[in-house]
């Protein structure tokens, strides 16, 4: 059966993390995408890991991998009339366009959602921004970190002492690309349905407030967000973390605590602490937390985390519990690889390569990794004569006069 986007085709005009990885998310369902890339430079994410000293003679460029896995390479002057003519006539054989250029760079290279939809009035034509299409900063440049900071997530992770916290990985790039995938996914829907075209936008700051949407939610309703708090503090002990004896974590999560506090006092060997009246209830417990955390911190630290586990397992109380990974654990956590999401690739190049596989399971249509990230320009010849039309004569002279 094919994959759920195959027959879709995506042109691709976006750099660094945002955009690529949006596009990227719709390749691994099946989508054909076509990356358009600077004639000279391309992306600059292909030399981001050289610029910083990362020697990648034996291994692929992760960042640039794993932000445009199964996707074509074509490389254009698109300051060249000819280069422009090149994307009016691969968008009008497509669906999807996606940019995530700073606003009004677009329009003045003539890309722009007026401009391509005379060429395909169904054009889904989707933008990556950093703070949404209108307002006083519509037009300001973004990055990541940008969007942690203004998103307020920065504020809500750590203790409330602490300094404003950044957070590894491109999460706000991360979370923008997955909601503007969704916001193609439901305009391709609506297209199917009723026949149109349109353009989608999915920003930094409105998927990062997305992201902490319980917690906007109560800022709205309750005028309060749900602030950051002291782990040594914490209301209930039992939605806590845990430092056990070989300096590995354990994460508990018991919303309904006194269901679980006496099974849980006598798992960790404590059980006179449940008939504590410090301890006689949630309100209690709340009202004591750090004298409640501290006994609790001392029994976790007497074990490591394998006997914790095993004795939380095997202990009356069904508690609600689980392992604090760090992201290099992932890989050899049982239930990643269970699931496969991480999954075996044979790069041609680097061959045995460990990649991200697909977060989520279609029993009938799952997405697949199937193509490393493309070579700079390896496609720009296949797309013109195979899906363009353009004879050998006409890529010869292209090249040339360095349009191609």
């Known amino acids: ?24 998310i719709l390749a691994d369902l099946g989508a054909e995408v076509i990356k358009i890339e600077e004639r000279v430079g391309g992306d600059p994410g292909r030399g981001i890991l050289s610029m910083a000293g990362v020697n990648l003679t034996d291994r692929p460029n992760f960042y640039f991998e794993a932000n445009n896995r199964n996707k074509k390479s074509i490389t254009l002057d698109l300051k060249q009339p000819d280069a422009k003519e090149v994307v009016y006539k ?26 391509l939809k005379q060429h395909n009035e169904k054009l ?16 300001e440049p973004s990055f990541d970190q ?5 998103s307020g997530i920065m504020l809500a992770v750590g203790e409330p002492d602490m300094d404003p916290l950044a957070i590894a990985g491109g999460i706000a790039d991360q979370m923008g690309a997955i909601m503007l995938s969704h916001g193609i996914l439901a305009a391709l829907i609506a297209r199917d349905k009723h026949g149109v075209g349109q353009e989608v936008e999915g920003s930094h700051l409105g998927s990062m407030m997305m992201l902490q949407g319980l917690s906007v939610s109560s800022a709205l309703m309750m005028g309060v967000p749900m602030n950051r708090g002291f782990r040594k503090a914490a ?4 939605w806590n973390h845990y430092r056990c004896g070989d300096g590995k974590w354990i994460m508990l999560g018991m919303l309904q605590p006194d269901r679980y506090w006496a099974d849980f006092c006598a798992a960790l060997g404590r059980a006179e602490m449940a008939s504590d009246e410090r301890f006689a209830d949630l309100r209690s417990r709340a009202k004591n937390a750090a004298a409640a955390i501290e006994w609790i ?15 939380l397992k095997e202990s009356p109380g069904d508690f609600i519990y689980t392992i604090v990974n760090s992201v290099a654990d992932l890989p050899e956590d049982p239930q990643v690889k269970a699931n496969d999401y991480i999954v075996d690739f044979d790069h041609p190049q680097f061959g045995a390569t460990r990649v991200l596989g697909m977060p989520y399971r279609l029993s009938e249509t799952p997405g697949t990794v199937r193509e490393p990230a493309p070579e700079f320009g390896q496609h720009t010849e296949e797309v013109l004569v195979d899906l363009l039309g353009y004879d050998w004569d006409q890529v010869t002279d292209l090249r040339k006069r360095e349009v191609i």
């Open 235 to 238: 209301g209930n002990p039992l």
């Open 124 to 139: 889904i034509y989707a933008s990556a921004t950093g703070y949404g299409p209108e307002g006083p900063d519509a037009g």
């Open 297 to 311: 911190d001392e029994a976790f630290a007497s074990k490591p985390r394998d006997a914790w586990m095993k004795i």
């Open 1 to 24: 059966m094919s994959l759920p986007l195959a027959g879709i085709r995506v042109v691709d005009w976006t750099i660094w993390q945002q955009g690529p990885v949006c596009s990227a």
């Open 90 to 115: 691969l968008v009008a054989k497509s669906d999807v366009f996606v940019q995530n250029y700073r606003m009004g760079v677009p329009k003045r290279l003539g890309l722009d959602y007026a401009t």
């Open 146 to 150: 940008l969007g942690l900071a203004r």
